[in-house]
């Protein structure tokens, strides 16, 4: 199981740029991330984007990057792999292999990823059903890995105020139904940065094992997806609330 692998606190959280633009920005990010008591640093080096003429990131140089800044900090590094024929290499640099929404059935990569034996962060399709995207799961866990946490970022619905629907419900659901952990991104399922913390309150009340935020210490300059990005500041304040609220429940205990 995924936290066997990485024991660790719950909540977690996963936080980070994106992408990764260049040093100062993924570094300055992960510092913060760490100061804050953040557990995994997130960025992407491949970078799926609808358009083809959108930043698409820096690759190799990347990873080099996300595996630098993640031992200079102590941190786990989480990023997205897109092609079968990259597994090899970014399980090189990263610490856990994401699959992203767009690849949740694609099969052949979540077959390649099992076999790497590397933990997985396994996104839920865009409009993917619960039972499609365990499903998704269990072609990793065929392949002998069962070292998979389960990442809710928002389904597609007819409601057009956030970027995606996020859904909540299915964090007690997975609770009940699998033996596997499940974190939220409320980044990607609402696409806009003053909704991002009132949802991951939401997603931790839900009981979410751990959350996926977005950050970057210029989120206006970003070239990818700053609208949904939180400051270093706001990222910091809320990594000190949640600390705040699990010592308080730790004390009624």
């Known amino acids: 199981m995924f936290l066997e692998k990485f024991p660790l606190e719950t909540p977690f959280v996963i936080a980070g740029p994106c992408a990764v633009e260049n040093r100062k920005q993924l570094f300055e990010t992960a510092r913060a991330v760490k100061e804050a008591g953040g557990h995994f640093l997130r960025g992407g080096a491949y970078k799926p984007r609808t358009s ?3 930043f698409q990131g ?3 140089k990347g990873l080099e990057l996300l595996a630098e800044a993640g031992k200079l900090f ?4 989480v990023t997205e792999v897109m092609d079968t024929r990259d597994v090899e290499i970014v399980a090189e640099y990263a610490d856990v292999l994401q699959i992203g929404s767009r690849n949740m059935q694609n099969f052949a990569l ?3 990823v099992g076999k790497s034996g590397h933990p997985v962060l396994l996104k839920r399709g865009m409009s993917a059903t619960v039972r499609e995207w365990l ?9 002998g890995n069962h070292n998979i946490i389960l990442c809710e970022r928002g389904i597609r619905t007819f409601s057009d105020h956030t970027r995606n629907t996020l859904d909540l419900s299915v964090v007690p659901y997975i609770k009940k139904h699998s033996d596997l952990l ?3 991104d409320p ?5 806009d940065s003053s909704l991002v913390i009132p949802m991951a309150r939401a997603a931790l009340a839900a009981g979410c094992d751990g959350l996926m935020l977005e950050v970057h210490p210029q ?3 970003a070239l990818c997806d700053g609208k949904q990005s939180l400051t270093l500041e706001q990222f910091t304040e809320f990594m000190a609330e949640i600390r705040s609220c699990v010592k308080e429940d730790a004390n009624v205990s």
């Open 187 to 191: 980044s990607h399922a609402t696409g």
């Open 52 to 54: 083809p003429h959108s």
């Open 182 to 184: 499940i974190v939220v």
């Open 110 to 112: 979540l077959k390649e």
């Open 219 to 221: 989120p206006e300059k």
């Open 74 to 77: 102590n941190l786990k590094v």
């Open 135 to 143: 499903c998704a799961a269990e072609y990793i866990k065929a392949e």
């Open 58 to 60: 820096l690759g190799k």
